[in-house]
């Protein structure tokens, strides 16, 4: 258990995490995925912690989207996205299913149905992890440099399961800014990582 | 079909930020939801605002002060994926991959859109309703319908209570503000009724979200009987 806190500790880069991704999907590698359940399990139930899940049902409900990210790693295609954009968005549907009883329609990236000519070249994979570190940190320093009234904000979209409409309602700012400043911290975030890999 | 298939184009009309924002943080309810990640599906634009905003969810994620887990929770994981069967592998591709629909949806449809109870709109024009299906039911007076047209068949003109948030997934349509194709969305408000008119040349499959149930709006005559 030492050796696992120490890691959670200092955090594994970006890059790493999806090589234990991809080692989980392509041999059902334990060790693999015993390390990402140290990083990630305890972010992911503290992430629902913030969203009003009782931190008893938030401790079953991160332990059930680990088990998801068990199930799913195969389908991880880190040219796509970051391991923690893929594991937020596991975390969000454990939590939609869980809370709404409703599920979260998924596109797929590489949806068969979607015209091979709209996809743009995939990068080379020896560039890929390389690629999705630099996003992932390139897009942490433009969310910590987001000015104050947008990244209050962002986070009340993200950890309080709040549309825009109810934003509005709550910080009583007219619907129109709240759009307004959710697109511009949208659009820094957007050019942090970067049109071209996307 | 095939002929229009080699044409096509990026989709030209998009769904706006805020709602595709909505759906990458979950704050949209399942029906709009499955809206959103069909056009998603079929839009490279919209499909990069939200694995933006989808990042951004990864990049705060990554940031969170951790919670302090169980001390046997990694044991009882474990424990739990010895129990796990191999990975659930997806659905094969039945005739739903004939009718090219994006992967959000046929989930919901099953192996085969024709067999959905499909109900005449008017001439030319049927309807299937996905709301019945959804398990557990969506909010109340939520719609969400498949609607066929055939080549230059015309929808019953129409309003809405609330939004209309369509889709287009096989050929296209017009009405008075534009011309519509597959992969194209928008939203319309109570304010606008229209009539949209499938383009000539293929058969209009598209996918409609109503959060009211819409209104038929009769054309008053031409010639009145005065």
């Given at each position: ?57 938030a401790e079953e409900l991160a332990q059930e989207a680990m088990i998801m990210v068990w199930r799913r790693a195969a389908t991880y295609a880190p040219a796509k996205a970051g391991a923690s954009t893929w594991i ?111 | ?179 519509y194709e597959r992969g194209d969305a928008w939203i319309v408000d109570a304010s606008v009724t229209h009539a949209p008119v499938a383009l000539p040349d293929e058969t209009c499959l598209c996918l409609a979200y ?17």
């Amino acid at each position: 258990m030492a050796a696992l806190q120490r890691q959670a500790a200092s955090p594994p880069d970006p890059a790493r995490l999806a090589e234990l991704i991809v080692a989980v999907g392509a041999r059902r590698d334990r060790a693999a995925f015993a390390e990402l359940f140290a990083y990630f399990a305890p972010r992911i139930k503290a992430y629902l912690i913030k969203r009003g899940t009782a931190p008893g049902e938030a401790e079953e409900l991160a332990q059930e989207a680990m088990i998801m990210v068990w199930r799913r790693a195969a389908t991880y295609a880190p040219a796509k996205a970051g391991a923690s954009t893929w594991i937020f968005t596991i975390a969000r549907n454990k939590r939609i299913d869980a809370l709404r009883r409703e599920r979260h329609p998924e596109y797929d990236p590489q949806d068969p149905a979607v015209a091979a000519a709209l996809e743009p070249a995939a990068p080379e994979a020896a560039d890929r992890a390389a690629v999705a570190a630099q996003q992932a940190e390139r897009l942490s320093q433009a969310i910590a440099a987001l000015p104050a009234e947008q990244a209050e904000l962002v986070r009340m979209a993200y950890f309080e399961d709040k549309a825009h409409g109810r934003i509005a309602e709550e910080t009583a700012l007219p619907l129109g800014t709240v759009k307004s400043r959710l697109r511009l911290a949208l659009g820094r975030l957007r050019k942090a990582v970067g049109e071209d890999a996307l | 079909m095939t002929a229009r298939l080699s044409a096509h184009h990026p989709p030209a009309h998009h769904l706006d930020d805020a709602l595709l924002f909505d759906y990458a943080t979950g704050a949209l309810g399942e029906a709009l939801a499955l809206v959103v990640a069909s056009h998603v599906a079929l839009c490279e634009i919209c499909r990069g605002t939200v694995a933006a905003a989808e990042a951004a969810g990864g990049a705060l994620l990554a940031e969170i002060a951790p919670a302090v887990l169980a001390p046997d929770a990694l044991e009882r994981t474990l424990a739990r994926l010895d129990a796990e069967e191999a990975a659930a592998s997806p659905p094969p591709p039945g005739a739903a991959a004939e009718w090219r629909l994006p992967g959000p949806l046929v989930a919901y449809l099953g192996e085969d859109p024709a067999a959905l109870d499909w109900q005449p709109l008017a001439a030319g024009v049927d309807a299937a309703a996905l709301h019945p299906l959804a398990a557990p039911a969506w909010p109340m007076r939520t719609q969400v319908l498949l609607v066929r047209l055939a080549p230059g068949a015309m929808a019953p003109r129409h309003t809405h209570e609330g939004i209309e948030a369509t889709v287009i997934l096989q050929g296209g349509f017009a009405d008075q503000f534009g011309q519509y194709e597959r992969g194209d969305a928008w939203i319309v408000d109570a304010s606008v009724t229209h009539a949209p008119v499938a383009l000539p040349d293929e058969t209009c499959l598209c996918l409609a979200y109503y959060d009211a149930p819409m209104k038929a709006v009769p054309l008053t005559p031409i010639v009145s009987s005065i």
